[in-house]
């Protein structure tokens, strides 16, 4: 089980910067440029009704023409899915509900009015639908690719353009499979911690075994066997540090109800996320790139809403609260 894990891990990171590569798929302006694309956001959900809460809910819609290919139809629902896996909820409201609305964030070319293009990033799939003609000028990708244009239709909004099936298939089978995977991780990571803070143990370590929290992390395993071999010994070695850390040794020090153990495993785990993306501790920056700050920062939602500080994580090796560089 624990090698399993510890491919996943790696999976991520090996994986998704060459499956580009692997898949032929070109991704413009930047190699990065599918990882920085902001697919969610913070937003209340559920709003107009007493549940309203504050979510990471779809910052894109998926937009397809009617005369699509089927093999690219079948990949529009599977990137909805993967969002949505990602995402805590579509950005429901009462209001949207009384509209007999779609919820998902997925919709026809006909359907995508001034007010959704304002209102959200687009990700067209094909040329066979009424924004393509509005784009094609500023498109540079040849073959199967993923090119972001920003502030085209609108400023301050981007358009993801994504060719054809085999791109679609890499977007939603790979990068937002990834992506969904790796916040649950992060997300529930941190609330273990809190958890742990708050003296029940017992949730924090539910937490380390529920299938969609932090194993979230190790979701992408099924994508790794296979490149195991090709990963850099250096990076091998902080991921398995970092399981070690994660599904042993916290989850030892939680069994054992040790909450102080459990706290200082947990701060040298927090250490590895920083050596892999930040590059410290003499770890080379794994990470090439600044995520989403936005998403990202949601996991300052869940510290307030426990009522603690920034200083319970952020102290020592891990004091600094943003990015290195
Ligand atoms: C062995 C190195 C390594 C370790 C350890 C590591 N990460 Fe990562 N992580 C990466 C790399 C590399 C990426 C970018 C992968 C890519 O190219 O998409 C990444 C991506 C992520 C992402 C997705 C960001 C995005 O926008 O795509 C999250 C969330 C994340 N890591 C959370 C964590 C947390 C939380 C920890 C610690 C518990 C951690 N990681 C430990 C290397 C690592
Ligand atoms: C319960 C633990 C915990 C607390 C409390 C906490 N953080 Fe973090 N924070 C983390 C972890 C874990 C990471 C590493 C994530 C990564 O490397 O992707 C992180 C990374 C960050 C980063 C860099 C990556 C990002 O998310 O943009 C910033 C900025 C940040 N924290 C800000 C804050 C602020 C501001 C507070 C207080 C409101 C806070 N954090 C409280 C656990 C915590």
Redesign the pocket.
Known sequence: MRRLLITG??A??FV??VLGTAFAIQILPEP?SD?TFQFLRIEETFKGSPLKVKALVPNAVIVIGSAEDPALMKQAGAIAFMLGQWAHDPGSSVERIRQNATLAPIMLDSEVTEKVISEFNLIVLGSKNRIYGKIKSRLHGKGSFIEVIRDVLVKGRDVMFVSDSKAAFYLANRRLY??SG??N??FN?VKARLLIEKGDLDAAKYLLTSPNAVKG?GKPVMLAIGFKEKMPKE?LK??KK?NVL?FKELNKALTEKNANKAKEVWHR??T??Y???QGIDNTKK???FT??RG??SYHQNIVRSFGENCSLCHYGRTVYRGYVN
């Open positions: 891990l790696v991520s990171l998704f910067t990065t990882r990834f992506k790796a916040y991780g992060y990571f992390c990076l902080v991921a970092r994660v785990a927090m590895t996320c050596a892999c993306h794994f990470r090439k995520p989403d998403v990202h």
